[in-house]
């Protein structure tokens, strides 16, 4: 029932991800962990499985090598326990699986349209290496 209205709220009333918190927090809707407030990752993770309109995948990731390091992380050895990763494989790589259907297939896909639609309105995160040296200079006491 809380899928098929968050569907509803963003496909078809073109809401933001914020505002669909606000509406579940107001109404009284409580998320799986039992907490009183929806919080925005919450909402943004049930928005893009496929599941929901009908097809599961199975094989979204695989292990690879470890990819190198911006630098050694604060407190943490340098080689780590694991050296695997987990890498996501393409959509087109995935085994689709026939699930039932909760949202329609093409309010599915408004869905995926107005969730693109507000991605490129949000403001950007300062994410990755942002100054020249970062990552090549480190202390020698703290690393």
Not at 71 to 80: D, L
Not at 82 to 107: G, Q, S
Not at 114 to 138: I, P, T
């Amino acid at each position: 029932r809380v899928v098929c209205q968050v569907f509803a709220w963003v496909g078809r009333d073109r809401m933001t991800i914020g505002e669909v918190c606000r509406r579940l927090t107001r109404a009284g809707e409580r998320p799986r962990t039992g907490r009183t407030v929806w919080e925005r990752s919450v909402v943004g993770g049930i928005l893009p499985p496929p599941a929901y309109q009908g097809t599961a995948a199975c094989g979204k990731t695989r292990q690879g090598p470890l990819r190198p390091r911006l630098r050694a992380p604060r407190g943490r050895p340098q080689p780590p326990r694991r050296a695997t990763a987990d890498y996501a494989v393409p959509a087109a790589e995935w085994l689709p699986l026939p699930v039932p259907a909760l949202v329609d297939p093409t309010l599915f896909a408004a869905v995926q349209a107005q969730v693109q639609e507000n991605r490129r309105h949000a403001r950007q995160s300062r994410r990755g290496a942002r100054y020249l040296l970062q990552g090549l200079v480190q202390c020698q006491q703290c690393g």
